[in-house]
């Protein structure tokens, strides 16, 4: 599927994404024409964001962010887009907002 293709509240995971790091932003993005629905789709992010969030030193370094991003800062961004995957999984399709395009 296309990021085109996703409601409302799913494309939001992705500009949560942006808030905590660009580089997230993308990786949100491009994973999303590897499935076929969006409930595939946002229990993948999902995943990858609790990996994220197991070990943030990691995933900083990865990208060698680590010596410019507060961890504090990145750890409380993570769990504010884990919350809102959650949410939006939980949140019925029809209910998610029509994409805006």
Not at 11 to 34: P, S
Request: hydrophobic content about 35%; proline content about 2%; glycine content about 2%.
């Amino acid at each position: 599927m296309d990021t085109d293709d996703l409601t409302h509240m799913a494309y939001e995971c992705i500009q949560y994404g942006n808030d905590v790091v660009d580089f997230l932003k993308a990786e949100l993005g491009a994973i999303c024409r590897e499935f076929k629905t969006e409930d595939e789709y946002l229990k993948a992010i999902l995943n990858r964001v609790k990996e994220i969030d197991e070990d943030p030193e990691d995933y900083l370094d990865a990208w060698n962010l680590i010596e410019q991003i507060d961890v504090k800062d990145f750890k409380r961004k993570i769990k504010k887009l884990e919350k809102h995957i959650e949410k939006t999984i939980k949140t019925p399709i029809e209910k998610r907002g029509a994409t805006s395009w």
